[in-house]
């Protein structure tokens, strides 16, 4: 199967900086995109970057300007960078990746969607 791991999320006062950073790994083909999503108190989970296996990326229009999303395709790994930290960009950080993998089950190759566990950003003075 496939594994996502996330690290890097805390506290940071507003204007500050953090970098989030998210590994795949397990049978992994090739994979199509990478993204990140949040989640805040009483709201729904939201898509804040993605980049697609061509390089092309997006941002929300929340986070264009602040956040940089970026890939690794060697490592199987993908970062966001986020500055300017404002409280409203307070939530619950989500990595979620689309792969291709081999199921030894299946014995062929599928496609699968994978959510990493979360880690919590905390922007406040």
């Known amino acids: 199967q496939v594994q996502v791991v996330e690290n890097g999320g805390g506290l940071v006062q507003p204007g500050g900086s953090l970098r989030l950073s998210c590994a795949a790994s397990?049978?992994?083909?090739?994979?199509?995109?990478m993204g990140w999503y949040r989640q805040a108190p009483g709201k729904q989970r939201e898509l804040v970057a993605s980049?697609?296996?061509?390089?092309?990326?997006y941002y929300a229009d929340s986070v264009k300007g602040r956040f940089t999303i970026s890939r690794d395709n060697a490592k199987n790994t993908v970062s966001l960078q986020m500055n300017s930290l404002k409280p409203g960009d307070t939530a619950v950080y989500y990595c979620?990746?689309?792969?291709?993998?081999?199921?030894?089950?299946?014995?062929?190759?599928?496609?699968?969607?994978?959510w990493g566990q979360g880690t919590l950003v905390t922007v406040s003075s």
């Open positions: 979620k990746i689309s792969v291709d993998y081999y199921s030894d089950y299946h014995k062929m190759y599928r496609y699968l969607e994978v």
């Open positions: 397990g049978s992994i083909f090739s994979i199509h995109a």
């Open positions: 980049i697609y296996s061509g390089g092309t990326t």
